[in-house]
């Protein structure tokens, strides 16, 4: 089974760094783009970025660069979603979630999904 | 940059009805189009890839049509269990990826 399982919940302060993370199984790791999706409380889903873990290749939604850093340990299968300063606006529930090329198109979608993980940033 | 834009943006029918979400992209994006349902508490479920292709193990009553700039998502009869929101999703050169902005679809 293909499944993507996301690190827990997190509380933290403004000002903190924090890394969240994603560990794909059931599936070749380095050979899917592993992308990061924010989405605030009720409100809809925002694309923040994507890697190739094969080569560590990675792609930044104008919103979100230089605002995150995202990382992959192919060693252990996992992709990786970071802050070095928190702000009260980060708080949001974050998924992970492996995107599929079509072999013949250059069409893409998303599957699976991580369970997500919310990120609580509050004084 | 390409954007979705999803209408209605809430659509409130009963069980039993067709549902027919709309999906429009402004610009050509071929047949590169996903959806995916979200229910409370719970991840997107990707129902949808390449504009009409269901994914494994999603029922016949949910199908997607169009190409081009004009996508819709029909539902042929709904069940209680479909009431959620929908997304749509693109994918083109840049940037990668794009989401609607969804459609909540409610009890009447």
């Known amino acids: ?123 | 940059e390409i954007v979705l834009t999803q209408s209605p943006a809430t659509l409130s029918l009963s069980p039993g009805e067709r549902a027919t979400l709309s999906c429009r992209a402004s610009q050509s994006v071929s047949s590169y189009l996903a959806w995916y349902q979200q229910k409370p508490g719970q991840a997107p479920r990707l129902l949808i890839y390449d504009a009409s292709n269901r994914a494994t193990g999603i029922p016949a009553r949910f199908s997607g049509s169009g190409s081009g700039t004009d996508f819709t998502l029909t539902i042929s009869s709904l069940e209680p269990e479909d009431f959620a929101v929908y997304y749509c999703q693109q994918r083109s050169n840049w940037p990668p990826v794009t989401f609607g902005q969804g459609t909540r679809l409610e009890i009447k």
């Open chain 1, 1 to 123: 089974e293909v499944q993507l399982v996301q690190s827990g919940a997190e509380v933290k302060k403004p000002g903190e760094s924090l890394k969240i993370s994603c560990k794909g199984s059931g599936y070749s790791f380095t050979s899917y783009w592993i992308g990061w999706v924010r989405q605030m409380p009720g409100k809809g889903l925002e694309w923040m970025g994507i890697i190739y873990p094969g080569d560590s290749d990675t792609r930044y939604s104008p919103s979100f660069q230089g605002q995150v850093t995202i990382s992959a340990d192919k060693s252990i299968s996992t992709a990786y979603l970071q802050w070095s300063s928190l702000k009260a606006s980060d708080t949001a529930m974050y998924y992970c979630a492996r995107l599929v090329i079509g072999v013949t198109t250059g069409s893409g979608w998303f599957d699976p999904w991580g369970q997500g993980t919310l990120v609580t940033v509050s004084s």
